[in-house]
């Protein structure tokens, strides 16, 4: 057994001393107990095993002796939890979650731990716990609690041993909930850290590499996957992955040269993945997309016939497969393939749109609205709104049509019902038939791909008349003269299809192929309805919840008949969710996750050759598969674990843990139908039905130009697609009904305490030297730790809904006076007033705002460069997803950067077009803004855009006293609480430059321009100037409600601190949260208050400038410091560095306010013990402390790999020492890269006896001013 490298002192319970107590307090019932007691040893080798070895400890193997002693041990706690009522220590349960956690028993684990969290108020100080707890949530794919129980993991002990692990752990939920940067740097923290995982270093990079692909960072992609494949030692699966996704990439993407090119290297990366791993059916398939696309029509139908033999009957490829044959001019043929895919995967909405396509080329539209609405209904459809305008177009169509004319047309094909009905022959479904029936008609079925008889669905299709279907036919032929009008058409319709079928069958007893009949001739019934509504299927669910789902796994697909799957698929249809359902067999779902990469992904490119006519109708195979990655439960099987273990790098591929790996997605997606099923359940219908309840519009005037042979050419995929998985896939596994143990709130960073308790330096430097001894980690050896930070939740009671608008303070200035008025700063920092706009200052101060007009900051400085954000311009107070069919949270910008003379010549043809607009509109509005947010507020109700796209020029940095004195010097002129530098100013303090913050940033905007949702950096204040001309209009809700803003955005997959996000004021006023809103026009001052969430639009054409202020109060200091710590948990910097900033404030400040000073001390006394006990722990351990010293403006350090602040005892590499480049490290990302910090050197920048004569000097001050 492999130990987990740190000695497991502080969690660990003392197993025998545990079982002692409880045996002495039943002492009536000794005998029986000692049937079931441990022995000595056996409670030592237990006593070290908690949540920590998941993952390396062996049960299958050598370690089956673990095994049994982990089993007696629960059973043993069990029955003397049971003896004792629950009465027992709650370290017992914590236990018993442990063991039951190394034995992957996770339903009892979780129990036990939750009992370990209802009993255990300061249940937040025991890492392993929470770790454990983490691994439970995370195989349950409850990503959401999982990612806050790992994350209290390292804020409560970041040297934790299982770092790694947790870092990699958060980078997979975070790539799967599409929050790539978190996702980025946690992979990037794991992959530092020398430390055993469960991934080796190579596939860490494949997934950073996947994550940039992801992005759609192409080139950066192509770059990490070309440097993997340098790696020597590259595991062969590892290899053939990267190579499948360089060839797929290069399929898609333009990276080289023109389409021959790209290619050609397509082909060749994918001939090299198959040559690391013959027996990918994807590399298959992939290549025989990159065939079928330049054409080589027979190399296409072999690839794919290989992809079919090596991965099993797959939607995707059955989905090409019928593209190919379409695009020969076979119909009958691409419907059997287009059948064969939706038979597999009833989800599959390119499927059916080109089988859509298929029947409107065939001229039968009203089959063709059928295979629409299928298409539409499955949530992997990407254009639903061009699929609703087709389907609307051919019903009105329909309409306008003569019934006859309809009737009497003779069908070139089977109806969707009838194709439908036919069964999918064992061949397709089953590898071993499709390679005997390979066998069986040779390979020259394969080779022209002209003759299709061969073609195992064809020729059960071609049988298929049911013997039901054939006497009803005799009947009418016996009968033929004395017909009504509907038997006659009856009748037409069975003789053509017997037509067909016989022509059919005469191929194919020319070719001796009689087999399939019998198959033919036992299928369903023609009269069983389409689409069963499925309802037990759907209770069953429900009911046994995540149990079932994980039953539906462990189905060996190959005994479930065909029946089964069917009365899956109103689930199916309904959900579009269950793609992974019952029908794959283990090795098609071991296919599935052998790309570890989410399919989607890999289709994004091509969009690039998508055809805007054909939008909606393409040919394209939408390969949703839930994302293979999203699945990261490879990890689980503990004998994968084991780094030198060959079957580790089947990791990749996921097919060597088919208890676990094969899949979270496959879990997520069972449970979401178990969920979600309920609701959409009714839609599920046949597709008749269908067409019935959609109101065909008779007048419909929607263009005709969608043809079914350009969007053939026209594959198209999505990237939305891939976020709306990401998306599906969290938000079911949030939903997971697991009896999920909810966060309590827990007290404050800094606690309320009175100055008498804290303690002379003396005293504190005497307790830490007693604790320094024990080791060194740092955080733990505080006076107490803190609790990790939570957000708060909603303000109780919730404010009625008619105050949720309240008016904004405004402050109306007259003249110099009423601006350096006291109150008026007063007025502005109380933490009652979120927001206060100063109206009329400009004009007060007579400031000349002409300084920043684009016209002098284009004299100024024209070459000065703009960051520019692409956004698209939305109705003034909503955000709809770029289709505008509904209305989201996310607001995604693109960014590029520009010179502020071109900013400047966008924002004037802007304006200039616009004029031209309003003037040929002649509206009667006299103001241009008015008019703006009227008319876009009455304009369409349901549906919005297509959104025109606008640039915002931000953050444009005024820093430069050279460049922008006049400037600069013209907001002297402001109240000094208001500055951009003062005395009472905290930011003043900090000694050195944070752009943007204690420097002054400029705004270029134009209508629409947007600033997202966010709070100020550590929660800071900000002052905001419209300079005008035209008007802004702000949002504003107050602090006390971040906390519901932070859930929303969870919700909606957004990373509050990192994301943009628009709030949907919907969904505020429904959870009761006040928003102020306002407009803010030319000379107002908008002044937030520490922690105000706010997100701002441009209503006209205008310039702001900004830049934020720290009061010194009690309220600025403890938000910005518990800002400070929830960034640390969060792993996001703080821009300003609040021990930095404490120390000089001690220096620098008199502080009159006992509350602000009691803070300040209490987080000096804190860091003082921080520093020196881990001074004294390396100088136990022999590491010299180089005196370094501080220059004077020498900013703040951050660790240079996970960006915490770091004070006074740097840690830096020798290489770099020597070099004088000083990169820094804390102490744990030191550790993690070299153990015993081997490859570093400390330097220290403080003498202790500094320090503390600053902390004994801080006194709190008698004066009433608070400021020096
Ligand atoms: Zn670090």
């Not at 740190?6 to 002692?20: C, N, R, Y």
């Not at 709130?745 to 330096?761: E, H, L, N, R």
Request: glycine fraction near 6%.
């Amino acid at each position: 057994m492999k130990s987990c490298g740190v000695s497991l002192t502080t969690a660990a319970v003392a197993f025998g001393d545990e079982a002692k107590k409880m045996a002495a307090g039943k002492a009536s019932r000794e005998s029986e107990e000692e049937s079931l007691s441990l022995t000595v040893e056996e409670r030592e080798a237990l006593g070290g095993m908690d949540s920590r070895l998941f993952g390396f400890v062996r049960l299958h193997e050598d370690g089956a002796r673990t095994k049994t002693l982990l089993g007696k041990a629960v059973h043993c706690y069990e029955s003397l939890i049971l003896k004792a009522e629950g009465k027992v220590d709650s370290d017992f349960f914590c236990q018993l979650g442990h063991f039951n956690l190394l034995l992957e028993d996770y339903s009892k684990a979780l129990s036990a731990y939750q009992r370990y969290y209802s009993l255990q108020a300061d249940y937040w100080k025991n890492a392993s716990f929470l770790y454990g707890l983490g691994l439970v949530y995370f195989y349950y794919n409850a990503f959401h609690w999982a990612i806050k129980a790992f994350q209290d993991v390292l804020y409560v002990d970041p040297s934790f041993c299982r770092a790694k692990e947790i870092h990699l752990r958060l980078g997979l939920m975070f790539k799967v909930n599409t929050d790539y940067k978190s996702s980025l740097k946690h992979f990037q923290l794991a992959l530092i850290d020398c430390n055993p995982c469960t991934l080796s270093s190579a596939e860490i990079q494949f997934h950073i590499a996947h994550l940039y692909e992801t992005q759609r960072k192409y080139h950066s992609a192509k770059e990490a996957y070309e440097q993997l494949l340098q790696m020597e030692n590259l595991p062969a699966q590892v290899k053939a992955t990267v190579l499948q996704q360089l060839g797929w990439m290069h399929h898609n993407m333009d990276l080289v040269g023109d389409n021959a090119t790209k290619e050609s290297f397509a082909i060749q990366y994918l001939q090299k993945s198959l040559e690391a791993d013959p027996n990918s059916g994807q590399s298959w398939y992939f290549l025989g997309r990159c065939y079928s696309s330049i054409g080589k029509v027979q190399d296409a139908f072999i690839s794919y016939r290989q992809s079919i033999d090596k991965s099993e009957a797959s939607a995707d490829t059955w989905c090409s497969i019928g593209v190919l044959y379409q695009q020969q001019n076979q119909p009958m043929d691409a419907l059997q393939a287009y059948i064969c895919a939706v038979q597999l995967d009833h989800g599959h909405a390119a499927a059916w749109m080109d089988l859509g396509t298929l029947y409107e080329s065939c001229n039968q539209p009203q089959d063709a609205i059928k295979c629409y609405l299928n298409a539409a209904r499955s949530k992997r459809c990407s254009n639903t709104s061009t699929l609703a305008a087709r389907i609307k177009f051919l019903q009105a169509q329909l309409c306008n049509l003569p019934q006859s004319s309809l009737q009497n047309k003779t069908k070139l094909l089977p109806s969707i019902e009838e194709a439908w009905s036919l069964p999918i022959p064992a061949e397709l479904t089953s590898r071993q038939g499709a390679m005997n029936t390979a066998q069986q008609n040779g390979s020259d079925s394969w080779n022209g791909g002209q003759s299709l008889s061969h073609h195992p669905v064809q020729q059960v299709y071609s049988l298929c008349l049911t013997p039901q279907k054939l006497q009803h036919l005799e009947q009418l032929r016996a009968n033929r003269d004395n017909l009504n009008p509907a038997q006659k058409h009856q009748l037409e319709q069975l003789e053509s299809q017997f037509v067909l079928m016989q022509q059919m069958r005469h191929k194919e007893v020319a070719r001796g192929l009689h087999k399939s009949q019998s198959s033919c001739l036992s299928g369903p019934n023609e009269e069983q309805p389409l689409f069963s509504t499925g309802s037990a299927q759907y209770h069953q669910a429900t009911s046994t919840g995540i149990k079932k789902s994980n039953e539906h796994l462990t189905l060996p697909s190959n005994s479930v008949p065909q029946r089964d799957a069917d009365s899956h698929l109103s689930s199916h249809t309904a959900t579009s969710g269950g793609q992974q359902g019952i029908i794959f067999t283990k090795e098609s779902k071991s296919s599935k996750n052998r790309s570890l990469v989410p399919e989607t992904s890999r289709h994004t490119g091509d969009t690039s050759n998508g055809c805007a006519d054909v939008k909606g109708l393409t040919n394209h195979v939408h390969q949703l598969i839930a994302d293979a990655v999203s699945s990261p439960n490879h990890g689980d099987s503990p004998d994968l674990l084991i780094a030198d273990n060959p079957q580790l790098s089947a990791l990749l591929i996921g097919k060597a843990n088919d208890n676990v790996g094969t899949g979270t997605c496959d879990k997520v997606n069972s449970i979401h139908v178990a969920v979600h099923t309920k609701t959409d359940h009714s839609v599920a219908s046949s597709p008749s039905s269908a067409i019935s309840t959609a109101t065909p519009s008779p007048k419909s005037t929607e263009q005709t130009s969608i043809n079914s042979v350009t969007s053939l050419n026209s594959p198209h995929g999505g990237l939305h697609t891939v976020n709306g998985e990401g998306l599906e896939n969290s938000q079911s596994s949030t939903k997971v009904d697991l009896p999920l143990v909810s966060h309590r709130s827990t007290s404050q960073i800094i606690p309320s305490m009175s100055v008498s308790i804290c303690p002379s330096s003396t005293e504190v430097l005497k307790a830490c030297r007693n604790l320094g001894k024990n080791g060194l980690s740092s955080s733990c050896i505080l006076l107490d730790k803190c609790p990790p930070p939570r957000p708060p939740t909603s303000p109780y009671p919730p404010l009625p809904k008619d105050k949720l608008n309240p008016p904004t303070p405004s402050i109306y200035l007259e003249n110099k006076r009423d601006a350096f008025f006291p109150p008026l700063h007063q007025f502005c920092t109380n933490p009652k007033n979120p927001v206060t706009v100063i109206r009329g200052l400009a004009g007060a101060l007579k400031l000349d705002l002409g300084l920043f007009s684009t016209k002098t900051l284009v004299e100024a400085n024209n070459e000065h460069i703009v960051e520019v954000r692409t956004q698209l311009l939305q109705p003034a107070d909503e955000n709809w997803d770029p289709t505008g069919t509904k209305k989201i949270w996310r607001c995604e910008s693109n960014r590029s950067h520009t010179t502020i003379a071109k900013y400047a010549q966008y924002q004037a043809s802007s304006f200039q077009e616009s004029l031209r607009e309003e003037n040929e509109k002649r509206t009667q509005h006299k103001d241009h803004s008015d008019n703006e947010s009227t008319s876009s507020e009455n304009s369409g109700r349901r549906r919005k855009g297509p959104f025109k796209t606008i640039k915002f020029g931000t953050n444009i940095d005024l820093s430069d006293n050279k460049k922008w004195k006049l400037q600069l010097h013209e907001l002297t002129k402001l109240p000094a609480f208001a500055r951009v530098v003062s005395a009472g100013n905290l930011l003043s303090h900090v000694g050195h430059t944070i752009l943007g913050m204690n420097t002054v940033q400029l705004y270029m905007k134009v209508p629409g321009s947007r600033t997202p949702g966010h709070q100020e950096n550590n929660n800071f204040c900000s002052v905001n100037i419209n300079i005008g001309p035209g008007d802004c209009e702000w949002f504003v809700v107050p602090e006390d409600y971040w906390g519901v803003l932070n859930d929303f955005c969870e919700k909606n997959n957004l990373n509050f601190l990192m994301s943009s996000w628009w709030p949907n004021l919907e969904d505020l006023y429904e959870a009761n949260v006040p928003v102020y809103r306002f407009i803010q026009r030319p000379g107002d001052l908008v002044w937030i208050n520490a922690g105000t969430v706010h997100w701002v639009q441009a209503v006209g054409w205008c310039n702001n400038i900004a830049w934020n202020v720290g009061p010194l109060t009690a309220c600025q200091y403890k938000l910005a410091v518990e800002r400070y710590e929830w960034n640390k948990l969060k792993s996001v910097k703080s821009p300003v560095p609040m021990v930095h900033l404490s120390w000089n404030m001690a220096r620098n400040i008199k502080v009159s306010d006992p509350k602000l000073f009691e803070m300040i001390k209490y987080c000096l006394l804190k860091i003082l013990k921080q520093c020196q006990t881990l001074r004294e722990a390396l100088v136990a351990a022999g590491k010299e402390i180089i005196w370094h010293g501080r220059t004077n403006d020498e900013p703040a350090h951050y660790c240079s790999i996970c960006e915490v602040e770091v004070f006074n005892l740097l840690f830096v590499t020798n290489e770099s020492n020597t070099q004088k480049t000083y990169i820094v490290h804390c102490q744990d990302c030191a550790r993690k890269t070299s153990r015993s910090l081997e490859n570093f050197v400390v330097l220290e920048q403080y003498k202790m006896e500094d320090l503390i004569q600053v902390y004994d000097q801080f006194t709190l001050a008698l004066s009433l001013s608070s400021s020096s």
